[in-house]
Protein backbone atom coordinates (compact mmCIF):
# COMPACT_ATOMS: atom_id res chain seq x y z
CA UNK A 1 0.00 0.00 0.00
CA UNK A 2 0.97 3.82 -0.57
CA UNK A 3 2.42 5.54 2.40
CA UNK A 4 4.25 8.90 3.10
CA UNK A 5 6.16 9.44 6.22
CA UNK A 6 7.46 12.86 6.80
CA UNK A 7 9.69 12.36 10.20
CA UNK A 8 9.61 15.47 11.68
CA UNK A 9 6.56 17.41 13.01
CA UNK A 10 7.75 20.61 13.81
CA UNK A 11 11.09 22.19 12.59
CA UNK A 12 12.11 25.73 13.90
CA UNK A 13 14.84 27.38 11.59
CA UNK A 14 16.13 31.30 11.57
CA UNK A 15 15.30 33.86 9.05
CA UNK A 16 17.75 33.47 6.26
CA UNK A 17 19.13 29.40 7.04
CA UNK A 18 18.76 27.21 5.01
CA UNK A 19 15.92 24.50 5.07
CA UNK A 20 15.56 20.71 4.29
CA UNK A 21 12.05 18.94 4.74
CA UNK A 22 12.14 15.07 4.94
CA UNK A 23 9.45 12.91 2.88
CA UNK A 24 9.64 9.26 2.89
CA UNK A 25 6.91 7.13 0.87
CA UNK A 26 5.93 3.68 0.19
CA UNK A 27 4.86 2.72 -3.40
CA UNK A 28 6.12 -0.15 -5.84
CA UNK A 29 5.46 1.97 -9.33
CA UNK A 30 6.74 5.13 -9.75
CA UNK A 31 5.10 7.45 -7.80
CA UNK A 32 3.85 11.24 -8.84
CA UNK A 33 5.29 13.21 -6.16
CA UNK A 34 3.65 16.26 -4.45
CA UNK A 35 4.64 19.14 -1.59
CA UNK A 36 2.09 21.52 -0.58
CA UNK A 37 2.23 24.25 1.52
CA UNK A 38 -0.55 25.71 4.23
CA UNK A 39 -0.71 28.79 5.71
CA UNK A 40 -2.73 29.45 8.82
CA UNK A 41 -6.13 29.73 7.93
CA UNK A 42 -5.78 28.77 4.14
CA UNK A 43 -6.35 25.84 1.98
CA UNK A 44 -3.54 23.93 0.67
CA UNK A 45 -1.10 25.23 -2.20
CA UNK A 46 0.65 23.08 -4.52
CA UNK A 47 4.63 23.76 -4.46
CA UNK A 48 5.71 22.07 -6.79
CA UNK A 49 5.29 18.66 -8.48
CA UNK A 50 7.45 15.66 -9.60
CA UNK A 51 5.79 13.31 -12.78
CA UNK A 52 8.99 12.28 -14.23
CA UNK A 53 12.02 13.38 -16.10
CA UNK A 54 14.65 15.41 -14.22
CA UNK A 55 14.62 14.69 -10.72
CA UNK A 56 15.70 18.08 -9.16
CA UNK A 57 12.11 20.23 -9.39
CA UNK A 58 11.84 23.82 -8.88
CA UNK A 59 8.49 25.17 -7.57
CA UNK A 60 7.08 28.65 -6.21
CA UNK A 61 8.29 30.26 -3.82
CA UNK A 62 12.56 29.20 -4.32
CA UNK A 63 11.50 25.78 -2.85
CA UNK A 64 12.96 23.13 -5.14
CA UNK A 65 12.90 19.04 -3.75
CA UNK A 66 14.70 15.98 -5.31
CA UNK A 67 13.70 12.73 -6.46
CA UNK A 68 15.95 10.09 -4.86
CA UNK A 69 14.06 6.33 -6.06
CA UNK A 70 17.09 4.71 -4.23
CA UNK A 71 16.15 6.52 -0.90
CA UNK A 72 12.52 6.45 -1.75
CA UNK A 73 12.43 10.16 -0.46
CA UNK A 74 11.30 13.65 -1.80
CA UNK A 75 12.84 16.41 0.06
CA UNK A 76 11.69 19.82 -0.27
CA UNK A 77 14.57 22.63 0.63
CA UNK A 78 15.07 26.23 0.63
CA UNK A 79 18.85 28.11 0.64
CA UNK A 80 17.09 30.85 2.24
CA UNK A 81 13.97 30.90 4.74
CA UNK A 82 11.68 33.78 4.61
CA UNK A 83 9.44 34.49 7.84
CA UNK A 84 6.26 34.50 5.52
CA UNK A 85 7.30 30.89 5.00
CA UNK A 86 6.53 30.11 8.32
CA UNK A 87 3.44 27.43 7.52
CA UNK A 88 2.66 23.42 7.32
CA UNK A 89 4.08 21.68 4.83
CA UNK A 90 2.45 18.42 3.48
CA UNK A 91 4.21 15.63 1.42
CA UNK A 92 2.07 13.39 -1.13
CA UNK A 93 1.96 10.57 -2.88
CA UNK A 94 -0.07 9.75 -6.27
CA UNK A 95 -0.71 6.46 -7.74
CA UNK A 96 1.52 7.63 -10.82
CA UNK A 97 0.47 5.73 -13.92
CA UNK A 98 -2.77 4.56 -13.14
CA UNK A 99 -3.67 8.21 -12.81
CA UNK A 100 -6.79 7.60 -10.41
CA UNK A 101 -5.99 10.88 -8.86
CA UNK A 102 -6.02 10.27 -5.40
CA UNK A 103 -3.44 11.21 -2.92
CA UNK A 104 -2.00 9.90 -0.16
CA UNK A 105 0.01 12.86 2.66
CA UNK A 106 1.66 12.74 5.02
CA UNK A 107 1.25 13.95 8.59
CA UNK A 108 2.75 17.48 8.06
CA UNK A 109 5.65 19.41 8.97
CA UNK A 110 5.26 22.79 11.03
CA UNK A 111 7.99 25.63 10.42
CA UNK A 112 8.60 28.11 12.28
CA UNK A 113 11.09 30.84 11.51
CA UNK A 114 12.71 32.69 14.01
CA UNK A 115 14.00 36.23 13.00
CA UNK B 1 -13.07 34.70 -7.60
CA UNK B 2 -11.74 31.46 -6.13
CA UNK B 3 -12.01 28.80 -8.34
CA UNK B 4 -12.58 26.04 -5.45
CA UNK B 5 -15.20 27.60 -2.62
CA UNK B 6 -16.75 25.99 0.45
CA UNK B 7 -19.42 26.60 2.49
CA UNK B 8 -20.11 27.37 5.20
CA UNK B 9 -16.54 28.62 6.09
CA UNK B 10 -17.44 28.09 9.47
CA UNK B 11 -19.87 25.93 11.61
CA UNK B 12 -21.12 24.98 15.03
CA UNK B 13 -23.18 22.64 15.48
CA UNK B 14 -24.77 20.06 18.12
CA UNK B 15 -24.32 16.05 18.36
CA UNK B 16 -26.95 13.96 16.12
CA UNK B 17 -27.72 17.17 14.17
CA UNK B 18 -27.81 16.56 10.03
CA UNK B 19 -24.59 18.78 8.65
CA UNK B 20 -23.96 19.70 4.92
CA UNK B 21 -21.10 20.91 3.70
CA UNK B 22 -20.64 22.39 0.37
CA UNK B 23 -18.38 22.97 -2.78
CA UNK B 24 -18.24 24.49 -6.00
CA UNK B 25 -15.27 25.12 -8.43
CA UNK B 26 -15.03 26.98 -11.52
CA UNK B 27 -11.79 24.57 -12.88
CA UNK B 28 -14.12 22.73 -14.91
CA UNK B 29 -12.38 19.13 -13.37
CA UNK B 30 -14.24 16.37 -13.08
CA UNK B 31 -12.73 14.86 -10.15
CA UNK B 32 -13.52 15.71 -6.57
CA UNK B 33 -12.45 15.09 -3.38
CA UNK B 34 -13.60 15.68 0.81
CA UNK B 35 -10.84 15.45 3.14
CA UNK B 36 -10.81 15.65 6.11
CA UNK B 37 -7.92 17.24 8.42
CA UNK B 38 -7.15 16.46 11.78
CA UNK B 39 -3.85 17.75 13.93
CA UNK B 40 -0.56 15.42 13.55
CA UNK B 41 -2.84 12.86 11.13
CA UNK B 42 -2.23 15.01 7.80
CA UNK B 43 -5.36 14.60 5.40
CA UNK B 44 -7.89 11.72 5.17
CA UNK B 45 -9.92 11.03 2.02
CA UNK B 46 -13.03 10.96 2.72
CA UNK B 47 -15.45 10.33 -0.62
CA UNK B 48 -14.10 10.94 -4.49
CA UNK B 49 -16.16 11.30 -7.48
CA UNK B 50 -14.41 10.91 -11.04
CA UNK B 51 -17.74 12.24 -12.80
CA UNK B 52 -21.48 13.00 -11.83
CA UNK B 53 -21.75 8.86 -11.82
CA UNK B 54 -19.09 7.78 -10.24
CA UNK B 55 -18.77 7.97 -6.89
CA UNK B 56 -16.19 6.63 -4.18
CA UNK B 57 -15.41 5.66 -0.53
CA UNK B 58 -12.46 7.06 0.80
CA UNK B 59 -10.23 5.64 3.50
CA UNK B 60 -13.06 6.95 6.84
CA UNK B 61 -16.29 7.17 4.81
CA UNK B 62 -17.94 5.82 7.97
CA UNK B 63 -20.75 8.34 9.01
CA UNK B 64 -20.23 10.30 5.90
CA UNK B 65 -22.06 10.88 2.46
CA UNK B 66 -21.62 12.38 -0.86
CA UNK B 67 -24.20 14.09 -3.38
CA UNK B 68 -22.31 15.24 -6.73
CA UNK B 69 -25.33 17.38 -7.77
CA UNK B 70 -23.26 18.94 -11.19
CA UNK B 71 -20.07 18.42 -12.57
CA UNK B 72 -19.20 21.91 -10.40
CA UNK B 73 -20.78 20.59 -6.87
CA UNK B 74 -20.21 18.04 -4.41
CA UNK B 75 -21.56 18.59 -1.07
CA UNK B 76 -20.87 16.42 2.04
CA UNK B 77 -23.22 15.22 4.55
CA UNK B 78 -22.86 14.33 8.18
CA UNK B 79 -26.14 12.59 8.60
CA UNK B 80 -25.92 12.48 12.60
CA UNK B 81 -23.09 14.47 13.83
CA UNK B 82 -20.84 13.36 16.72
CA UNK B 83 -18.04 15.12 18.21
CA UNK B 84 -15.34 13.40 17.19
CA UNK B 85 -16.46 14.70 13.17
CA UNK B 86 -14.64 18.03 14.56
CA UNK B 87 -12.25 19.05 12.40
CA UNK B 88 -11.63 20.87 9.39
CA UNK B 89 -12.94 19.44 5.95
CA UNK B 90 -11.63 20.63 2.48
CA UNK B 91 -12.73 19.61 -0.62
CA UNK B 92 -10.52 19.70 -4.15
CA UNK B 93 -10.63 19.19 -7.51
CA UNK B 94 -7.95 17.65 -10.33
CA UNK B 95 -8.07 17.53 -13.96
CA UNK B 96 -6.98 14.38 -15.45
CA UNK B 97 -3.10 14.86 -16.03
CA UNK B 98 -0.95 13.73 -12.90
CA UNK B 99 -3.80 13.94 -10.32
CA UNK B 100 -2.76 17.80 -9.13
CA UNK B 101 -5.31 18.91 -6.68
CA UNK B 102 -6.48 21.97 -6.31
CA UNK B 103 -7.97 22.58 -2.81
CA UNK B 104 -10.68 25.58 -1.27
CA UNK B 105 -10.30 27.10 1.76
CA UNK B 106 -11.31 24.74 4.52
CA UNK B 107 -14.14 24.54 6.56
CA UNK B 108 -14.22 23.94 10.23
CA UNK B 109 -17.03 22.18 11.63
CA UNK B 110 -17.32 21.69 15.49
CA UNK B 111 -19.71 19.22 16.87
CA UNK B 112 -20.53 19.79 20.46
Known amino acids: AQSVTQPDIHITVSEGASLELRCNYSYGATPYLFWYVQSPGQGLQLLLKYFSGDTLVQGIKGFEAEFKRSQSSFNLRKPSVHWSDAAEYFC?????????????FGQGTTLQVKP | DADVTQTPRNRITKTGKRIMLECSQTKGHDRMYWYRQDPGLGLQLIYYSFDVKDINKGEISDGYSVSRQAQAKFSLSLESAIPNQTALYFCATSDDVGGTQYFGPGTRLTVL
Open chain 1, 92 to 104: AVGAGSSNTGKLI
